[in-house]
């Protein structure tokens, strides 16, 4: 299982709570418990490149978007 966490520049850490593909938009959430969750080591590293790629304009920050839980 793999959650996404971005830690912002003012020492946040944000948790993407939703993922809504078809709007490219994102929900994020400061509690952990509330965050999406991916099964899987193999579709959340995919989920994540995804993520980077398509809503990098929408939301820059996204570079710098992690994975928690997840080893590859």
Same mark, same amino acid.
């Given at each position: 299982?793999? =959650?996404? =966490?971005?830690?912002?520049? +003012?020492?946040?850490?944000?948790?993407?709570?939703?993922?809504?593909?078809? +709007?490219?938009?994102?929900?994020?959430?400061?509690? =952990?418990?509330?965050?999406?969750?991916?099964?899987?080591?193999?579709?959340?590293?995919?989920?994540?490149?995804?993520? =980077?790629?398509?809503?990098?304009?929408?939301?820059?920050?996204?570079? +710098?978007?992690?994975?928690?839980?997840?080893?590859?």
């Amino acid at each position: 299982m793999g =959650k996404f =966490k971005l830690n912002t520049s +003012n020492g946040e850490t944000l948790w993407v709570k939703k993922i809504d593909k078809v +709007n490219e938009t994102l929900e994020f959430t400061k509690n =952990k418990d509330e965050a999406y969750n991916r099964d899987g080591d193999f579709y959340t590293k995919s989920e994540l490149d995804f993520i =980077k790629f398509h809503f990098k304009d929408k939301y820059p920050e996204v570079k +710098n978007l992690v994975t928690d839980g997840v080893y590859w």
